[in-house]
């Protein structure tokens, strides 16, 4: 019988669960403190949660509360025609068997056998845009009927869980993202690579700024841009021009001779592009470009004074 006390209780785990989640930042800590308040707040000792894999054809056991060690992280399922897990995701809904020993719908795997499970319940767990992102997954080691109370229950926990999966998701492609961007412009010696700000001030400046034009970003970070351009280009505005075409049209070009710390003059082929933030608001300027330097002297009408 499902009382009021009960009803209080689960909320109470409802709302553990979202502040330790507001906590963590780790996925997998996250999901097995998941499995731990679900199996407590129905009383079985089995939970777990089944990630679709990028194939799109298995289910690994991502998480789980009351598994060997050789399940959780490791097992996977393949997401046949014929099983709960699979019918539950592509359905969208709640699937029970209240007892697999009578279970003529659905094939169940040999490792829920094997751990003496009778009775178990799928939740789909949804990513933003409705997309799946696989099963939260409760067993029992008695026949049990999952009534009403459980199932409705279960559904508001994956509503929980699942922006939290998102979020650390998306987080997670972030931090993968401005890795690998700065391996990129860490490694790119061979192209200027820089991040001006809304100001017009020079907020990052990578090694391949360094080579081409010899400031450090020590003595870069902070000057504004214009110190690379070409007096020429200073009294006609080039720069703010540059700045406030790519403003207006997301990038603009940036194919001229600019200075160096040491007087020199370099051909620059590039462009500036703007940067927005999660936000959408405006936070500055990426300019990229390759020295072209001599391609451009031989391009040239022979005694023509390039500046360099």
């Not at 785990?13 to 330790?20: H, M, N, P, R, T």
């Not at 939970?47 to 679709?52: S, T, Y």
């Amino acid at each position: 019988m499902f009382d009021a006390e009960q009803m209080v209780r689960r909320q109470r785990l409802l709302a553990d669960f979202g502040e330790f989640a507001q906590r963590s930042e780790n996925l997998d800590e996250i999901l097995t403190e998941a499995c731990r308040l679900v199996s407590e707040a129905l009383g079985t000792k089995h939970a777990k949660v089944l990630e679709i894999q990028h194939d799109g054809q298995s289910l690994l056991v991502r998480a789980g509360v009351g598994w060997d060690p050789g399940i959780v992280g490791k097992l996977r399922l393949e997401m046949r025609e014929r099983s709960s897990e699979t019918f539950s995701i592509e359905a969208g809904r709640p699937v029970i068997t209240r007892d697999i020993r009578q279970e003529d719908r659905f094939e169940v795997p040999p490792f829920l056998k094997d751990a003496g499970v009778v009775a178990l319940v799928n939740v789909p767990v949804l990513l933003s845009g409705g997309r799946p992102y696989g099963l939260l997954q409760v067993d029992s080691r008695e026949p049990r009927d999952f009534g009403e109370e459980d199932t409705e229950f279960l559904r508001t926990y994956s509503t929980v869980l699942g922006p939290v999966i998102d979020r650390l998701h998306k987080a997670y492609q972030l931090q993968v993202n401005e890795e690998r961007f700065r391996l990129v412009v860490e490694n790119a010696r061979d192209y200027a690579i820089l991040v001006v700000d809304e100001q017009g001030r020079i907020s990052d400046w990578f090694p391949g700024a360094e080579v081409v034009f010899g400031w450090t970003a020590q003595e870069a970070i902070g000057q504004p841009a214009s110190i690379i351009y070409t007096p020429e280009d200073r009294a006609t505005q080039a720069d703010a021009k540059e700045i406030e075409t790519a403003r207006a049209e997301g990038a603009a070009p940036d194919v001229r001779w600019h200075l160096c710390k040491d007087g020199r003059r370099v051909f620059i082929e590039g462009t500036a592009r703007v940067l927005h933030g999660e936000d959408g608001k405006l936070r500055g300027f990426l300019k990229i470009g390759q020295d072209i330097t001599e391609r451009r002297r031989t391009e040239v009408v022979p005694g023509f004074r390039t500046g360099g």
